[in-house]
């Protein structure tokens, strides 16, 4: 089992900026690729950012050019930093973590969430 903490989320206003950051714990044999994720109210889930253990990024065209993912794989950290944020990305963001190379949306684990609200 693998365990996933989310913190970092909070209120700002747009244009501002805000760090998110997952500590993973647990099986570390079970952490290979990790990502970001987000649901807003009313949507489905949907992939933010992604990147894997030797460092290859993926991000939703949403996103590209505004946010950036990076991981310590030391620590099992990954961190995501949102800058130029909108009220769009008002949303819970997910970290979530799996054994496989690459992230899908269909990920082995998941924190609970942290909320990030950004207001007009």
């Known amino acids: 089992q693998v365990q996933l903490v989310e913190s970092g989320g909070g209120l700002v206003q747009a244009g501002g900026s805000l760090r998110l950051s997952c500590a993973a714990s647990?099986?570390?044999?079970?952490?290979?690729?990790m990502g970001w994720y987000r649901q807003a109210p009313g949507k489905q889930r949907e992939l933010v950012a992604t990147?894997?253990?030797?460092?290859?990024?993926n991000y939703a065209d949403s996103v590209k050019g505004r946010f950036t993912i990076a991981r310590d794989n030391a620590k099992n950290i990954v961190d995501l930093q949102m800058n130029s944020l909108i009220p769009e990305d008002t949303a819970i963001y997910y970290c979530?973590?799996?054994?496989?190379?690459?992230?899908?949306?269909?990920?082995?684990?998941w924190g609970k969430g942290t909320l990030v609200t950004v207001s007009s």
């Open positions: 979530a973590t799996t054994p496989r190379t690459y992230a899908s949306t269909n990920m082995a684990y």
């Open positions: 647990g099986s570390i044999l079970s952490i290979n690729a």
């Open positions: 990147i894997t253990r030797g460092g290859n990024t």
